[in-house]
């Protein structure tokens, strides 16, 4: 497995490079409950565990207000690093 993409199915056949993924443009298409938005999270979920971002699994991040992070920010604050860097 290459550490620079994200794979997202369970025999490694399909994969995706991280930073395509984090600066290009995408696009799922299918009918009525094929799993497009299934399809988008399990996406976000790999980039967040992708190991060339090596940080461990908090078990309950919080932002400054205490509330919990959602997957989007954690998405969010991970492209800023990759694009912005630390």
Do not use: W, Y
């Not at 995706?16 to 094929?34: A, Q």
């Not at 996406?43 to 207000?65: H, Q, S, V, W």
Request: glycine share 12%; aromatic share 4%; charged share 30%.
């Amino acid at each position: 497995m290459n550490p620079e993409h994200i794979v997202l199915d369970v025999a490694g056949d399909v994969q995706l490079p991280i930073v395509d993924v984090l600066t290009g443009c995408g696009f799922i298409t299918g009918k009525s409950g094929s799993g497009k938005s299934n399809t988008a999270s399990v996406i976000a979920e790999e980039l967040l565990d992708a190991p060339a971002f090596p940080r461990g699994k908090p078990e309950a991040e919080r932002d400054g207000k205490d509330e919990p992070v959602s997957v989007l920010g954690r998405f969010r604050r991970l492209a800023k690093e990759v694009l912005e860097g630390p």
